[in-house]
């Protein structure tokens, strides 16, 4: 009798499993905290947008890099907006919603664009941590190795569950705050020269240039899909989560005005080796340490959870569009292909660089950023009042 009820259990988890191809590989709906959330919208602020972007920015425009820094922050806010509300209003899974409403191949071709693009933001925040370490920690270390060391992460993180990379971010969390808070402090106490940013779009053609052609780093939030129908909110957590994606942008854009007082006057003098671990005027000195270099390091560390959400998120969206959660083979699959991109397109930092200001980037990329969430948002809408709808159908005939 055990063995008939659990054979039925088991047949009806696997119904289940195949149902919900796309989704987070467990029956349970609520994976995430509010607190959670919380936590993971305050890295995708800031992550990417600390590494390589004002570097690029200063060396297109000068000290006026972090006036398009912050206006690429504030894009991002917007789209938060959205994204908030959808995950606030609606109840059911994002592959689930989008099913509902633009039907099952809609919603195939629909997740198949944005799997492509979150594949595209994967390899944008890979290629930057490839970047950074191997040219700031790792400079002996060749690149084709590191990665596998990259990959091996994501691949764990691949086959997971969405409440464990939450658990992870929650875990690291105190410790990047921490790390943070040490810049904050060592530049705030050394201090830079503000009147090196002014004046303010003095040249209006380069500033313009550099506006349209470095949009690769918006739709930093668009991971957050997975986060619709599967967070236990309270009453606070949509004001909680907007104030710490207005912190993690407050904290880029910080970051990125030091940067462009040191450098945004000599923009040649800046380059890949010159991020937060090498603002050594910033230094406190030997006294303690270069605990710049130390709270550098550890913080960098931010960005290999924002790139295990694009990766999760990636795969999520590939097992949706196939109808099978073989989480292994896809997330195998998915670092193959990275590596592919990685290894044999993007080894060279000028090779980087161009792909990501090329004008299908800046099209794309914004369009997917605002477009993303603003379709949950509409389709969120849809589904709630169908259901409203047919729960007074139901009531009528019952009647």
């Not at 938060?80 to 191949?105: N, Q």
């Not at 406190?284 to 270069?290: K, S």
């Not at 090779?351 to 969120?380: K, N, R, Y």
């Amino acid at each position: 009798m055990e063995t008939t009820q659990q054979q039925t259990n088991n047949s009806a988890l696997g119904s289940e499993t195949t149902k919900n191809a796309g989704t987070t590989n467990t029956r349970e709906t609520k994976q995430a905290s509010g607190k959670q959330l919380v936590a993971i919208i305050f890295i995708l602020a800031m992550a990417t947008k600390m590494f390589l972007l004002p570097i690029f920015l200063i060396q297109s425009t000068g000290r006026d890099g972090y006036i398009i820094l912050a206006v690429y922050g504030a894009f991002d806010l917007v789209t938060l907006i959205p994204m908030i509300i959808t995950i606030k209003k609606c109840d059911v899974d994002f592959f689930e919603l989008l099913s509902s409403v633009l039907g099952k191949v809609g919603a195939k071709i629909v997740v198949a664009i944005i799997g492509l693009f979150l594949f595209f933001k994967l390899n944008t925040a890979v290629a930057e941590i490839l970047n950074f370490y191997g040219t700031n920690v790792l400079a002996d270390f060749d690149t084709s190795l590191m990665i596998i060391v990259l990959l091996v992460f994501l691949a764990a993180a691949g086959t997971h569950t969405l409440r464990s990379l939450s658990r992870l971010n929650e875990i690291i969390m105190p410790i990047i705050v921490v790390c943070l808070a040490v810049l904050v402090a060592i530049v705030v106490l050394t201090g830079f020269d503000l009147g090196n940013i002014l004046p303010a779009v003095a040249d209006k053609k380069s500033f313009i240039y550099a506006l349209i052609k470095h949009p690769a780093w918006v739709g930093d939030f668009t991971p957050l899909v997975l986060f619709i129908g599967r967070t236990k909110t309270k009453k606070f957590t949509w004001c909680f989560a907007a104030g710490s994606g207005v912190i993690g942008t407050g904290i880029a854009v910080f970051f990125a005005i030091a940067l462009s007082a040191a450098f945004g006057n000599v923009p040649m003098l800046i380059d890949s080796t010159t991020n937060l671990s090498n603002i050594l005027q910033f230094s406190v000195g030997n006294v303690y340490g270069r605990l710049d270099m130390f709270s550098s390091v550890v913080w960098s560390v931010s960005v290999f959870i924002e790139a295990a959400l694009f990766f999760y998120a990636t795969c999520r969206c590939v097992s949706f569009v196939i109808g099978k959660n073989a989480h292994l083979i896809i997330s195998l699959c998915t670092c193959v292909a990275t590596y592919v991109v990685q290894v044999f397109a993007l080894t060279d930092p000028m090779i980087f660089s161009l792909a990501v200001t090329s004008d299908a980037c800046a099209v794309i990329t914004p369009v997917m950023a605002a477009g993303i969430p603003v379709l949950a948002l509409v389709c969120a809408l849809i589904y709630n009042k169908k259901q409203k709808n047919n729960t007074l159908a139901a009531g009528r005939k019952s009647a």
